[in-house]
């Protein structure tokens, strides 16, 4: 077992940053690789950011644009999202999740465990 939790979000205006945290504890964090995903109130679960296991690549979604970075310390067991430039359409719940049997995953049936989620609000 995996156990995820997510920090750092809240209430920002338009323009503004955000740095999400996902602090994981249980097994090798570095055997994981490690994802964002967000929800919005209405629409389904979508894909972010993706690192692999050595933190050696990373991927994102088109509407990040370079607004997003996702970045892990693995000798802190924790996962990172930096958000610049928020919209108010970046209004969601954040989730970060891991995979043991992908190394670049982008969907959501391909990870394993899941944090509980964070609510990050762009105000316009």
């Known amino acids: 077992q995996v156990q995820l939790v997510e920090s750092g979000g809240g209430l920002v205006q338009a323009g503004g940053s955000l740095k999400l945290s996902c602090a994981a504890s249980?097994?090798?964090?570095?055997?994981?690789?490690m994802g964002w995903f967000r929800q919005a109130p209405g629409k389904e679960r979508e894909f972010v950011a993706v690192?692999?296991?050595?933190?050696?690549?990373?991927d994102y979604a088109g509407f990040v644009k370079d607004r997003f970075t996702i970045s892990r310390d693995n000798a802190k067991n924790t996962v990172y999202l930096q958000m610049n430039s928020l919209e108010p359409e970046d209004t969601a719940v954040y989730y970060c999740?891991?995979?043991?049997?992908?190394?670049?995953?982008?969907?959501?049936?391909?990870?394993?465990?899941w944090g509980q989620g964070i609510q990050v609000t762009v105000s316009s």
């Open positions: 999740a891991a995979s043991g049997r992908y190394l670049n995953p982008t969907r959501s049936h391909e990870y394993d465990y």
């Open positions: 690192i692999t296991p050595t933190g050696s690549l990373t």
């Open positions: 249980g097994r090798t964090f570095s055997n994981y690789a």
